[in-house]
């Protein structure tokens, strides 16, 4: 049991004493699942989960569901830690109550990484932007598998007038880690700026999320 252990090896303690620096990830997790199971101590139940999905990056991608595998972890404690996990993603894409502006690539990335990366399917979303290049909104178009999902031009663009959109950005995961677009990307992509053109609504930019990295197609000369 945790009690048993010294003072100095509780998480609480040591959070206390010394700050959230010096706690290990288990130990930090262990704080939120609080307690553990008749076999295991809470920071040995979380040192287990760890193990078990080959650490922190790797766990914030499971859902409250996948997390049950471990003994001592329950819906409650599962739920715990995926709303933890979604807060932190919140955290890194907030704009501090700011009007939300998209002025390069990094905005746009540092903005939907954090949602996305952690993904393990792909997501195709449309970002709505109004003349002053003001974000409005954003809408996902389709979710797919590991390696593609179905994008049908016309809903983005319908989804784009519906938001008075005056330009657009489209922003998809690419859960494998892998940046480069391909040639789907890059069709669907040429699709949509065609038919953006017939409706007088530009496509800015095409992002590609890819982990902790990304990719512009704009930058990249992908959309001439």
């Known amino acids: 049991?945790?009690?048993?252990?010294?003072?100095?090896?509780?998480?609480?303690?040591?959070?206390?004493?010394?700050?959230?620096?010096?706690?290990?990830?288990?130990e930090l997790?262990?704080?939120?699942?609080?307690?553990?199971?008749?076999?295991?101590?809470?920071?040995d139940t979380c040192r287990k989960l760890l193990q078990q999905f080959g650490g922190l990056h790797k766990l914030v991608r499971k859902s409250w569901r996948e997390l049950r595998v471990i003994e001592g972890v329950a819906?409650?404690?599962?739920?715990?830690?995926?709303?933890?996990?979604?807060?932190?993603?919140?955290?890194?894409?907030?704009?501090?109550?700011?009007?939300?502006?998209?002025?390069?690539?990094?905005?746009?990335a540092g903005h939907f990484g954090p949602r996305?990366?952690?993904?393990?399917?792909?997501?195709?979303?449309?970002?709505?932007m109004n003349v002053g290049k003001i974000v409005t909104g954003h809408h996902i178009i389709s979710k797919g598998g590991k390696t593609a999902t179905i994008v049908d031009p016309a809903e983005v663009m319908r989804?784009?007038?519906?938001?008075?959109?005056?330009?657009?950005?489209?922003?998809?995961?690419?859960?494998?880690?892998?940046?480069?677009?391909?040639?789907?990307?890059?069709?669907?992509?040429?699709k949509l700026i065609q038919a953006g053109k017939m409706l007088d609504i530009s496509v800015d930019d095409?992002?590609?999320?890819?982990?902790?990295d990304f990719l512009s197609m704009r930058s990249e000369g992908l959309m001439d």
């Open 1 to 26: 049991m945790v009690r048993d252990l010294s003072e100095d090896e509780q998480p609480r303690e040591r959070f206390i004493r010394f700050g959230p620096e010096s706690l290990t990830d288990a």
């Open 29 to 43: 997790l262990a704080i939120l699942v609080r307690t553990g199971s008749r076999k295991m101590n809470v920071v």
């Open 75 to 108: 819906d409650v404690k599962a739920i715990t830690l995926e709303a933890s996990f979604e807060l932190s993603r919140r955290l890194q894409s907030g704009n501090n109550g700011k009007p939300l502006s998209f002025r390069t690539p990094e905005d746009v």
């Open 116 to 128: 996305l990366r952690d993904l393990q399917t792909e997501q195709f979303l449309v970002v709505f």
């Open 159 to 190: 989804q784009a007038i519906m938001n008075e959109a005056n330009s657009i950005i489209v922003v998809h995961n690419h859960p494998s880690g892998n940046r480069r677009a391909s040639r789907a990307d890059i069709s669907i992509t040429k």
């Open 206 to 212: 095409h992002v590609i999320i890819a982990g902790y």
